[in-house]
């Protein structure tokens, strides 16, 4: 909502109270004031200038040579390129010397061989957003009314010698989409009074009820709809000071009827419609829900197809508005209307938001039905836009009006106590100021005894229970002025759990380790949220998905981090590392469950070194290290192994499953070269673990042990087995056959091909031995050496290489 200061003057006594001041003590009242914008901060020396004369510039087809009286001695020459500039018009002219926007600085000229001696501005050059100057001057140049003073400031004829605060509204504060509504909270917070602006008018002898006949078909949908007529409208641009007070709001002018109409939807917070009376066939308005398949044609110039559920106000037949979001094209007020009829009304909130939501259609008057405006305005609003239309069109207001009133009028009551106040807050307010906040804010109270009966006015809808009411108070009474105070209790300091503590020392591993996090969406399509999951499960589909890349929750984090990774390769990235640690969402037997995963994807160069010519690319152990350094960090490295396997979309031949316990809690893999192809990624690694699982372990307790003072003895052994013979079972078995000597054991090299029979590959291991206690001898050692020789011979079928 945009408020200008000078208009809000209008309704409340302001003097003394700068805008930056308004705008600290509306916020620290519980409203948000996002910004204070002066409208004519840094401009100086725009004056009205008179056009004398216009001549063609000899040398340009698109310029003209002005004669322009700027209230000076002698008149000026200005060179000027708007297409509408013409003889006798009243204009925007910065003189030699101002400053305009942007610290632009006009000075003396020369174009194409014509002197120019300042500028005939548009307002856009003023500052103005293009979007909100009349169409008339939207491409060229402003003029002014005939009856400006030469040599007079622009700006305050403009109306830009203003400042407007835009307030930045909470959903239940629609009390303030209105200067009257701002106008009473500015009057509680300084303890000042609201004037109304006067609604009395002439009314001539011809009746509304003789020219129009009203009827509601649904009074739960519409409760009251008021009609007047106004004849003998002449239509023409609204004064100055009117189209000033819709920019500053952020709506352009653009007739007098409808700126009036307008301007009360700013003022009163009610959205009013001007129908062409002479447009309306039948003389009688019907509102009723629109027949399936009916079509209106809107003001947009979009013909717009029905639905049985939206209200429409028809001449009896057909459509002339769909009710409470925008009007009919066949009932417009044109440049000809001479008759008006207004429409004042209440629409019920949900009427409304079905129709903006099927038509994708919001507008100034449904942001406001939507939310619900004050009903008791709606007679006031009506009134005031008959009076407005007989000052600035010249309009005969008929007598009376026409109405169906079937609003249930229930003055809502709420109830406090000042020890309940005060319980909340942790303030020591008194009953009396208790009492003084609700009278500033203009609620009727009664005291009975400890009781504080508040009667809220209809303007108010956001205040229905009696924390409403405390909020109230709190707001006037000052949140500055609320005490600090500690919690009564056993105090203990604030510290992570377990979890969260374990779950940082990962992240910041991650992070060490050179990958970025990235936190994606938790909800995907149907097909993408199925791919990469850990375990099987139903997807969690959503009602009423806003797009059907966002119908259901995610089973695994990978696919989306395939998306982070392949839009960063595309912006020219040579190395992508992401993780995420996030929550996938598991159904069985319709009970839903949240687990949190740790996954990552990592692509591109790992290493570069320009200067070494050295470039190292991501590989398996690249991101099998990073695995074991988080199962390091959670120190559950040793109680984890890693099998081979084959899952859906990663490489048959390297792809590992980890296993704790006997259960899967994790993988790691490279992308299946059709995925990766499909998603333009060169060679791709990802994992994902069961993060939950491995922080809830119970881990034993670290234990230091003595330096060795000891020598160890190493023995390497190269064994030739079956190439289905899995390098870790064989791992296993020399660590289990081994016993406490055997403290290391370690593969360094693999070899299939020549010298070896078909069928065969051999392995490489070093074993350390060593004892804590004494110098191990050779012969210890190659008893228990030959030992583990003998077992991988009769369980594997090994032999050593010679």
Known sequence: ???????????????????????????????EVESVETLNEGIKGVVIGHVLEKNQHPDADKLNVCLVDIGGEDAVQIVCGAPNVDKGQKVIVAKVGAVLPGNFKIKKAKLRG???????????ELGVEGKLVAKEYAEGIFVFPENVEVGADALAQLHLDDTVLELGLTPNRADALSMLGVAHEVAAILDKEVSYPPTEHQAVEKRTDATVAVSVEDAEANPLYIAKVVENVKIAPSPLWLQARLMAAGIRPHNNVVDITNFILLEYGTPLHAFDYDRISSKEVLVRFAKQGESLTTLDEVERTLSSDQLVITDGREPIALAGVMGGANTEVQSDTTNVLIEAAYFNPESIRRSVKAHNLRSEASTRFEKGIDPSRVRLAAERAAKLLQELAGGSVL?????????????NTVTTTVGKVNATLGTNITQEE?????????????????????????????ISIEEDLIEEVARLYGYDNIPTTLPVGERTPGQLTTYQQKRRKVRRFLEGAGLYQAITYSLSSEQRAKQFALEDSELTKLALPMSEDRSALRLSLIPHLIEALKHNIARQSEKVALFE?????????????????????????W??????????????????GIVDGVLQTLNVLDLVEYKQAKRQGLHPGRTAEIIFDGKLIGYIGQLHPTVQKEHDLQETYVFELALESLMNVIVPELEYKAIPKYPSISRDIALVVDQK??????????????GNLLKKVSIFDVYEGEHLPEGKKSIAYRLTYLDPQKTLTDEEVTSKHEKVLKVLEEKFAATLRS
Request: glycine share 8%.
């Open 607 to 624: 290493e570069s070194h320009p200067w070494q010519g050295e470039k190292k690319p991501l590989d398996f152990f690249v991101a099998k």
């Open 581 to 605: 640690i996030g929550s996938v969402f598991l159904k069985e037997n319709e009970t839903l469950t949240e687990k949190e995963r740790l996954s990552g994807a990592l692509t591109g160069l």
């Open 434 to 462: 208790v009492s003084d906040i609700f009278r500033r804010l203009q609620f009727d109270v009664e005291i009975i005894g400890e009781k504080v009966i508040v009667h809220v006015p209809s303007r108010r809808g956001d």
């Open 114 to 124: 014509e002197q120019s001696h300042g500028m005939i501005c548009s307002l856009q």
């Open 725 to 738: 013979v899995v390098a870790g079972d064989l791992e296993e078995q020399i660590r289990v056959t081994g």
């Open 399 to 411: 007598k009376g009006s026409v109405e169906v009133d079937t609003y249930d009028w229930k003055v």
């Open 1 to 31: 909502m945009y408020v200008s200061y000078k208009w809000l003057e209008q309704y409340v006594d302001l003097l003394g109270i700068s805008p930056s001041d308004l705008a600290e003590k509306i916020t620290r009242s519980g409203i």
